[in-house]
């Protein structure tokens, strides 16, 4: 394979309509999503992908009905419940792109826990946004800035794009080189929206519980044969 991106976000969508075509509840789409995300993590992870961000649970995901956001605050216990037992020797440090704090406790505790165990692994850093929205994290930063400034840490002239990421739940990490959205929408739905500013993105015409690891080799190759020219000629 040619050169790999050193950062790939992935919008994961498309399991409710997985669900529905199958006749199925969607939180059947959502059990066969997680399963295909354990899949893709692991893969990254091999082929030597160096950060990778999965859009998990967006902070307008909180529109939907209650017992859907019931089942994916579940399947995120469960999840982070098993990183903590059964993958102790996947060389992969997880960080929470997001803000924690509407969660529950519990969840809260797992999500702590998780990062702290795995904070000093040296492999692939795998961002999971969680309650994450785009338009909130650039706000936060912002507001942090400002906090800077009204305690005299830092002056206003002093501001600049490097001191912005530098508040980014993000900060210290690569921007995404490539973003990749399954389920056939063409759309970015406030997912790293400073961080995406020359990322190059690919959509794809499959619904996430389909997405498989050849999925993403396709979708390597096609931005491996594209030019980046970050503006220049």
């Known amino acids: 394979m040619k050169e790999l991106p050193a950062h790939v976000g992935i919008i994961m969508d498309g399991n409710g309509r997985w669900a529905k075509k199958r006749g199925l509840p969607r939180s059947a789409g959502h ?8 899949t893709i993590v692991r893969y990254c992870s091999k082929i030597g ?3 990778l961000t999965v859009y998990a649970f967006s902070t307008e995901n909180w529109k939907r009905p209650q017992d859907e956001v019931l089942t994916l605050m579940k399947l995120f216990k469960q999840y982070l419940s098993d ?7 996947e060389n ?25 165990v795995s904070k000093n692994r040296t492999g692939m850093v ?5 309650n994450y929205g785009g338009r909130a994290e650039i706000l936060n930063a ?3 800035l400002a906090q800077d400034v009204q ?4 002056s206003p002239e002093k501001i600049d794009e490097k001191a912005f990421s530098q508040k980014l739940y993000t900060a210290g990490q690569p921007d995404p080189d490539l973003i990749i959205r399954p ?5 970015i739905s406030n997912f790293l929206l400073w961080q995406s500013a020359y990322s190059e993105f690919i959509f794809m015409d499959i619904l996430w519980p389909d997405f498989r690891p050849e999925d993403l080799d396709r979708a390597l190759e096609l931005y491996a044969a594209r030019n980046r020219r970050f503006g220049g000629i």
């Open 92 to 116: 992969i440090q997880v960080r929470f792109l997001g803000d924690e704090t509407a969660f529950d406790p519990r969840l809260r505790e797992l999500i702590d826990e998780t990062a702290e």
């Open 142 to 144: 912002a507001k942090l």
């Open 126 to 130: 795998l961002n999971i946004a969680l």
């Open 49 to 51: 992908i160096r950060h």
């Open 31 to 38: 059990a066969a999503g997680a399963a295909v995300f354990k």
């Open 151 to 154: 305690d005299g840490v830092l």
């Open 183 to 187: 389920s056939g929408e063409k759309r």
């Open 83 to 89: 990183a903590l037992t059964n993958f102790l020797d």
